[in-house]
């Protein structure tokens, strides 16, 4: 088993973080996004959609999207539970983590590929795209901070995958775009604070 | 139990489909989106972000997102299997679930708001956004079929949600915004036709 991956960005460190947490270790190749070697037919046979991280099995076969390979390690070591263990836990984690996805992942990614200078080299930018994003943005920060004046974690009591998604999602667009919660919002500052301590926060 | 729904919008649709496979019958109080019913103080109580459906469960909370709410029946009713039984099965129904999502989803949602007049009104369209879009949806629907040129549904020799997002996607876009399948993509077609045929789509 390998994970061919790129650490340093958003998605790849979900599941490094993920599998810190289970207290798993995966040998890693690096595949460097920023060579474009995610784009060379060698890679595009283990991911046709070219997006990293993509786990090889024993078998020979891959599994892409960084959750679907969460959910794998999940199957194989439920212990800690990172997706919840009751149904109505479960549903709680998936609609968290669907909704850092759908709305604050996704808008920090149009804002970073229509907007940085470091992607305007290898995709059509529309500028314009960048302003509706930094808003829809900061209303799910709003969000977050309304959910999280209520519980520790966004799905509830325990840390999940939903936290992990969040917490990748915000170090990267602070760091690459200029777009972070609030100071004011102190419910989602006390949660970062506490999810950047975590052991797992630095994998 | 209680679905607000709005069964002919595609979000919706995936419920109502799932919910048919498993065979199981769920109250539906309907939910119209374009009177913006789900904009109002009331709906948004229920789910903060206004998308449908949302699931009313017997205690007064709720869930939304329709993959969350799939994946509530999928824990309380695990027969027929939906989301995986196996490891590597779960993994691959994911993967190919968020594939559908993340790329055609995405790209149809795009041309959706971003092109069709019964959008305009609503929300500040960027036209530039259409026809990127569009290439995308029609690059996936070439994976689509190179991909069930070899099994019969999207992550297998089973149906899954994966299919069903799929099904929901590709017949709202060829209804809404005349964007669909090339004929030519001959597993595409068997794979629509099989799943069009299922009593499940008509729900």
Redesign the interface.
């Known amino acids: 088993m390998k994970l061919y991956s790129f650490p340093r960005a958003p998605n790849p460190r979900r599941v490094h973080i993920f599998l810190a947490e289970k207290g798993v270790a995966v040998p890693v190749e690096t595949v460097d996004i920023f060579k474009r070697e995610n784009r060379q037919p060698g890679f595009l046979e283990k991911n046709?959609?070219g997006g990293i991280p993509v786990l090889e099995?024993d078998d020979g076969s891959h599994?892409?999207?960084s959750?679907?390979?969460c959910?794998?390690f999940e199957?194989?070591h439920p212990e800690p539970a990172l997706f919840g263990t009751?149904?109505?836990e479960?549903?709680?984690v998936?609609?968290w983590n669907?909704?850092v996805e759908?709305?604050l992942l996704?808008a920090a990614g149009m804002v970073w590929g229509h907007g940085s200078p470091l992607t305007a080299k290898v995709v059509?930018q529309?500028p314009?795209?960048v302003a509706?994003n930094r808003k829809r943005a900061e209303q799910f920060f709003e969000?977050m901070d309304?959910t999280l004046s209520g519980r520790t974690f966004l799905a509830g009591e325990r840390v999940s995958v939903a936290d992990i998604t969040a917490l990748c999602t915000i170090d990267f667009a602070a760091a690459m775009i200029e777009l972070a919660p609030d100071p004011s919002l102190a419910s989602v500052a006390r949660w970062h604070a506490a999810m950047s301590a975590r052991p797992s926060a630095r994998a």
């Open positions: 046709p959609l099995l599994i892409s999207e959750v679907a390979i959910r794998y199957e194989l009751s149904p109505r479960c549903a709680e998936e609609m669907r909704r759908l709305v996704n059509k529309i314009e795209n509706p969000l309304r």
